[in-house]
Every structure is written in structure tokens, then in C-alpha cells.
């Protein structure tokens, strides 16, 4: 059996849209932790953060992705979900939840 934490932001953000640009800017009690911008740069991008900030596992998240982009495969966004998720943990802006999860029964062949 396999656990995959909930990922959450570490910081509550808002996104805004100025012109065709969508950037997320961190605000609340948190936003000291974080004094940037973060451009969310197509639909993908600004999806996945918007589900980050209710809190989602990473299996999840590849579901919810292939859910939303229909035409897409496992394939195509597993790399782009792990890619996303990289440069959230590069700034140091993921959190894991390890009270709630995604558990998958990993021991079936």
C-alpha cells in the first residue's frame, strides 16, 4: 500500500488576471513567508495551483488533470504534474498533509 500525502500551499494566495497574464500573489497572515509573484502562464498552470490551494494528493491531481484536459493521456500529464510540482517545492511553497491522503493498493500485480 502506497500513501500520497495532500499536498497544500504553504502560503494562501490570490489569483489575478491583468490583462491576458494570470499570477497568483501570496496574501493573508502568510504573505511575509513569501514576497513573489507567481505567473501562472496557461490554463494547466493556473488549474493546478487552484486545486494546490484546497489541498489535493499528487495521484489526484494527475486524475483531476485528465478529468479536465480529456484528449490528454497518463502519459503526457504525469511529467507535466511532476514538473509543476517541482518548481512549487523549489520555492518551498508545498506542504504535505500526512493526515489525509490518497492511499493506493500497490501490492496487486
Avoid: W
Avoid at 5 to 19: D, N, T, Y
Avoid at 65 to 76: A, F, G, I, L, P
Avoid at 85 to 97: F, I, S, V, W
Amino acid at each position: 500500500m502506497t500513501f500520497y500525502p495532500r499536498l497544500v500551499l504553504r502560503c494562501e494566495f490570490e489569483v489575478v488576471e491583468i490583462g491576458d497574464e494570470v499570477t497568483a500573489v501570496s496574501v493573508g497572515d502568510e504573505s511575509s513567508a513569501y514576497h513573489g509573484v507567481i505567473k501562472l502562464n496557461n490554463d494547466p498552470a493556473r488549474f493546478m495551483f487552484e486545486k494546490l490551494q484546497e489541498g489535493i494528493s499528487m495521484p489526484e491531481l494527475v486524475l483531476a488533470c485528465m478529468d479536465r484536459y480529456k484528449d490528454s493521456t497518463v502519459e503526457e500529464i504525469g511529467p507535466n504534474v511532476l514538473a509543476f510540482l517541482d518548481k512549487l517545492k523549489e520555492q518551498d511553497l508545498l506542504a504535505a498533509d500526512m493526515t489525509k491522503g490518497f492511499r493506493v493498493d500497490d501490492t496487486k500485480q
